[in-house]
């Protein structure tokens, strides 16, 4: 199997984990959609929370990855502020908006119409920014290894390797027998 092969083979390893969890995080709210269509309230579900319940759960789980891709690798000097651009993004745009549309929606009786339209919106911009978080999370945690000498999809000696050193351990200290609590 070729780099390029093997590269694509982990790309869409990734979208597919990057969607299973989305589905998992969605499915909750697929069945009482379901359950909202079979009594015949489909358009209630739009004027109820439970949008924005999904989109504050993708947006602090999109935070998450960027923040382990920002915590992982020291060496992302260039990288660190476009990190915390796209954590800033997510908290502006996807859950400060969901949280204020949540507590807005369970204490007001009168709910606008516009709501209908910005929860689905949130939803699609939560999904955008957890992919994008997963696949700079993996971009910048991926580290390459040298090509071992039987290795037959390796350099042919004119490219560079590309060789960087995984991530330190944890250094954890050692307990002792003199230990107190």
């Known amino acids: 199997m070729s780099d390029n092969q093997k590269q694509e083979h982990y790309s869409l390893s990734m979208m597919y984990g990057t969607y299973a969890d989305i589905l998992f995080v969605l499915f909750p709210f697929l069945v009482i959609a379901m359950q909202r269509l079979w009594d015949g309230n489909l358009y209630q579900s739009l004027m109820r929370p439970d ?99 039987g290795d037959h999809g390796g350099p042919t000696g004119d490219e560079p390797v590309d060789v960087r050193p995984g991530p330190a351990p944890l250094d954890l200290p050692r307990r002792t027998g003199n230990d107190t609590y």
Not at 54 to 67: E, N, R
Not at 69 to 90: C, H, P, S, W
Not at 119 to 124: E, F, K, M, W
């Open 51 to 149: 949008l924005s319940i999904a989109a504050a759960i993708l947006a602090g789980l999109a935070i998450g990855k960027f923040v382990l891709g920002l915590v992982t690798n020291r060496d992302l000097g260039r990288y660190k502020e476009r990190i915390v651009f796209f954590i800033a993004l997510t908290l502006f745009v996807v859950l400060g908006p969901a949280i204020i549309l949540i507590l807005s929606m369970t204490g007001n009786a009168e709910i606008p119409g516009f709501v209908a339209f910005v929860q689905p919106v949130l939803l699609i911009v939560s999904i955008s920014l957890y992919t994008t978080a997963v696949s700079i999370a993996n971009i910048l945690t991926r580290v390459t290894a040298p090509p071992s000498v």
